[in-house]
């Protein structure tokens, strides 16, 4: 028996025998077990180098919890966001750590890409709302300023189109609609949605929009004066008087859309629903203190 030992069976007995492991020595016990004092000596050098040190198990706990929040954003998160929700859990982190981190065990955000310009369809014989907005999107404050657009998706069955409706200042997705085809109908469906969110408190509130048709329409407009919005329209071909809407498709495609194939309408529905909903609940957001936008409300009604 004792000429199968090796070195695990070696430094078991010396643990065994003595507290300190020298009660007989190395040699006299790999002469009865059969063993070499180099492989004895080899095998406690690689048992030392597997005992992590304060720092190393630090370094491979962040990579962990790293991970982890990287995961639970379905990819997205980079450094910055990371680091937000990893100092909400207590951890005592910077950016440029996680960043080192996350470069380290190759995994990475999806950095903002510039939104393409669209081409707006205007009806010739609409009138125009006056521009209430002048680019300034954001006034401090919620429910101030609305802004709404509209995007083409597709899936297997066909086309489909997303009509959203934003909050200005807590950048909260507050309605929309979902429809296989472009119209007025979908941008009242958004509207009665975000005014339902608001609990009916929104008169006065600017809903800004570009000139396409589903916004110029009539419809559209007996929509916003029934819930009391104020109607407001950038000029034509101007992508920057409507840019946080385009911007935020940018964000939803790039993160969630262009990430997945749908193969029936109703898939991408739900797959959109489900985005809303991390969106708002969970998504962190870098002009609200890097806050989600529903955690930054409360704090809002926290502090009034």
Known sequence: MAKYAGPDELAETADETSPRGTRFSVRRMARL?????????????????????????RRADLEVKIAQVHQDSHGTYGSPRITAELRDQGEVVTAKTVATIMASIGIEGISPRTFTVKTTVVDPAASFPSDLVDRHFDRGR?????????????????????????????????????????????VTDAIDDAAAARGGRCRGTVLHS??????????????????????????????????????????????HYYRHVYATKAELVAAIDKWVTFYNSVRRHSAIGMLSPDTYERSLTAAA
């Open 142 to 186: 919620p429910d101030a300023v609305w802004l709404t657009d509209i995007t083409y998706l597709t899936c297997g069955e066909g086309d489909m189109f997303l009509c959203a409706i934003r909050d200005g200042h807590t950048r909260k997705m507050l309605g929309y609609s979902i429809s296989d085809h472009i119209g007025a109908e979908m």
């Open 33 to 57: 077990l059969g063993v070499s004092t180099s492989g004895y000596y080899a095998h406690a050098k690689r048992a030392a180098a597997t005992v992590l040190t304060p720092r190393q198990q």
């Open 210 to 255: 570009d000139r396409g048709g589903e916004f110029t329409a009539r419809l559209t407009a007996r929509a916003c004066f029934a819930h009391g919005l104020r109607r407001s329209m950038g000029a034509t071909g101007i992508c920057w008087d409507n840019s946080p809407a385009e911007s935020f498709w940018s964000t939803f495609k790039h993160e």
